[in-house]
Structures are given as structure tokens and as C-alpha cells.
């Protein structure tokens, strides 16, 4: 099978695998895992930021950092096609008790008048505006890129207005590659960044909440109480360290590969339009009467996986075990198609 339902689904390279095999490690809750704290210790100075902490999952870290910027009654502002709104389980409410304020904006991505527009007054009938999180690349937005003069203006409004400023960025590299940025820039910006090495960056497990020594310090205390708190993670995070010096480069591969996909999706006659091709996501959508359900079918008979992206939407996720022939055998199946 071709499977582009995720870049959650790759498996580690060999060397990736040797690198996990020879990790030093310890009891990582005890603090004492020196590949987990060389994990923590080089992504926090890649980005410029005080600390880090190491966790199973980027839900885990998105829940830990909007539990540490608030308090119950605040309100989160957020896209409202965002992963922290639509596929965390209700875990902002449910963790932290917190009411979610939804806004609508170009392929997921807010503008700062937008932020500034949404916060609440101060008023006993309306939750605290406390905390805005960003989604870069944005999932449903078809892998879109912030712009990341935008961001400053929203860190403008934040700052202005005693507002925390978040980023899920679990596909965060993906962007970086396209836009030529640095990672310092970003954690200039954000107050708490969430990265995950499971997709594009092909570790199996894993992703680190950034933040100020201060809010790690209290992030450990919230992983421990999710059950997050791992033992000898070091040879999960050994994985991280070696997609970091290995994989990020290659994720242009990706992108490419995607593209492909998109101009091959274009001229199907039931495919009504492809949304933008930024990087490792495409999302079709289908005419008026074709149906997410059917097209995954015939997919699926021509060996082929991808996933139903609301109605009339399919998406495909590119990653590095999608090789060009599988490329190619892609692009002449769904040729088949009618």
C-alpha cells in the first residue's frame, strides 16, 4: 500500500535505529536521562528559549502549556479549525476548564486585528482573555505558512494586552525549510512552543514543549499529573536528536513530492479544486456529488491510503517513506479514476 493518510505512519531509518540502540539513558523523571536533557538542552538553544521538556505526544505538550498560561474561566482564542480546538478531545475544557473563542481566517491563520478585535472586556459575564495559540503549519489549512511579520503584530496585540502568546507547531520544520527563517525568530515571539518529531521529522515518538525555566518548571509538574512523566525516554529521544541533524533538510522532498500530487489531483475531472501546495499536505476537494467516501474507495482499490477531510474533502500527507516511484505509481492509478 501507498499510505498518505499521515507523516505519523514512518518508521525509523536504520541509522535512526542505531542511534536509539546506543543512546545513553536513565530515569528521565528523576531528571538523570542524559540523551532526554541533551534533547531538551539542544532544541531550547536552537530556538533561543530557556528550557524544554520532553513528552509522548504534541497533544501532551499543547494541553501542558495551555494549563500553565491560564487558569479556570480564561479563554483561549484560536482558529477555529485548530488541532488544539478540533482534535484534542476537548482537552481545553476538559483539563483545564477553559472556553474556547473561535475565529474564521484564510486556510487557519489569524490576523492580528482579528486577535485584538476578539478580546473580551473586562466583565464578569465574559471569560478572561488569556492565552492566543497559532498552528504553523496549520493542518487544515492544507499545510498554509504564517507569515511571520503577522506573528510580530500578534505578539504586539499580546504583550499589549497581558495575553500569552502559543504555538502548535507540530509540523513547524516544514515550514522553516519553505520560508528560509530561523528558529530563533519564532521563539522571539512566543512565550511556549510545542515542536513534534513524530511526522515530518520521522521519529516515533515524541514531541518538547518550550517555554522560560519557570513555566518548564511547572510544565513537569502538569506532565506528571497527564501521566507523561516517561523513564528511560533516552532512547525515544535519541531518535529526536537524529532527526534533528538529519531530516529537516529533506523535508524539501516532501514538499516537491506534494506538489506533484496536487498537479496530478488538478486535472481529475471530478476534483473541483486543490488547495494550495505550501509543503507536505494536500487537500482535494470534490464536485458536487462525489463524495470523501467513494474517492477513498477507489483509492484504497488501486492500493492507495488517504483520509476524509470533512465533506468533500480529501487530504494526502507526504513523508520520507513515500518514495518517487511510489510517486509515480500514484500519479498514474489515480489516472484511472472516473
Same mark, same amino acid.
Given at each position: 500500500m501507498i499510505d498518505l493518510r499521515s507523516d505519523t505512519i514512518t518508521k525509523p531509518t536504520s541509522e535512526m535505529l542505531e542511534a536509539m540502540m546506543n543512546a545513553k539513558v536513565g530515569d528521565d523523571v528523576f531528571g538523570d536521562d542524559?540523551?532526554?536533557?541533551?534533547? @531538551?538542552d539542544k532544541i531550547s538553544k536552537l530556538f533561543g528559549m530557556e528550557d524544554a521538556l520532553y513528552c509522548?505526544? $504534541?497533544?501532551?505538550?499543547? @494541553? /501542558?502549556a495551555m494549563r500553565i498560561h491560564t487558569r479556570p474561566q480564561d479563554e483561549v482564542i484560536c482558529h477555529k479549525h485548530s488541532h488544539v480546538?478540533? #482534535?484534542? $478531545? $476537548?482537552?481545553?475544557? #476538559?483539563?483545564?476548564?477553559?472556553?474556547p473563542k473561535l475565529l474564521d481566517g484564510d486556510r487557519g491563520r489569524i490576523t492580528a486585528d482579528q486577535v485584538a478585535a476578539s478580546i473580551n472586556p473586562d466583565d464578569i459575564h465574559f471569560p478572561n482573555s488569556k492565552l492566543v495559540v497559532l498552528e504553523n503549519t496549520m493542518n487544515k489549512g492544507g499545510g498554509a505558512i504564517y507569515d511571520l511579520e503577522e506573528i510580530k503584530k500578534i505578539k504586539e496585540v499580546c504583550?499589549?494586552?497581558?495575553?500569552?502568546l502559543h504555538l502548535d507547531g507540530a509540523r513547524f520544520f516544514n515550514a522553516l525549510v519553505e520560508t528560509g527563517e530561523s528558529a530563533g525568530d519564532y521563539g522571539d515571539c512566543f512565550d511556549s512552543i510545542s515542536i513534534c518529531f513524530s511526522k515530518g521529522l520521522g521519529a516515533p515518538v515524541g514531541s518538547v514543549l518550550l517555554g522560560s525555566t519557570d513555566q518548564i518548571k511547572e *510544565?513537569?509538574?502538569?506532565?506528571?499529573?497527564? &501521566? &507523561? $512523566?516517561?523513564? @528511560? *525516554? &533516552?532512547?525515544?529521544?535519541? *531518535?529526536? /536528536?537524529? *532527526?534533528?541533524?538529519?531530516? /529537516?533538510?529533506?523535508?524539501k522532498e516532501d514538499h516537491e513530492r506534494a506538489r506533484k500530487i496536487g498537479e496530478s489531483l488538478i486535472e481529475l475531472s471530478f476534483i473541483?479544486?486543490?488547495?494550495?501546495?505550501?509543503?507536505?499536505?494536500?487537500?482535494g476537494k470534490l464536485e458536487d456529488g462525489k463524495s470523501e467516501k467513494w474517492f477513498l474507495e477507489e483509492l484504497e482499490k488501486r492500493g492507495i491510503h488517504a483520509v476524509g477531510f470533512g465533506k468533500g474533502l480529501v487530504r494526502f500527507v507526504t513523508h520520507l517513506d513515500f518514495?518517487?516511484?511510489?510517486?509515480?505509481?500514484?500519479?498514474?492509478?489515480?489516472?484511472k479514476i472516473s
Open positions: 542524559p540523551t532526554v536533557n541533551a534533547l @531538551q509522548p505526544s $504534541g497533544t501532551m505538550t499543547n @494541553q /501542558i480546538y478540533l #482534535y484534542e $478531545g $476537548g482537552g481545553m475544557m #476538559y483539563n483545564s476548564m477553559l472556553s504583550e499589549s494586552n497581558k495575553l500569552r *510544565a513537569k509538574r502538569v506532565r506528571k499529573v497527564f &501521566g &507523561g $512523566g516517561m523513564r @528511560q *525516554a &533516552g532512547y525515544l529521544a535519541a *531518535a529526536c /536528536i537524529h *532527526a534533528l541533524d538529519h531530516h /529537516i533538510d529533506r523535508l473541483q479544486e486543490v488547495y494550495p501546495v505550501d509543503t507536505n499536505i494536500v487537500i518514495t518517487d516511484d511510489q510517486l509515480n505509481q500514484f500519479c498514474e492509478a489515480i489516472k
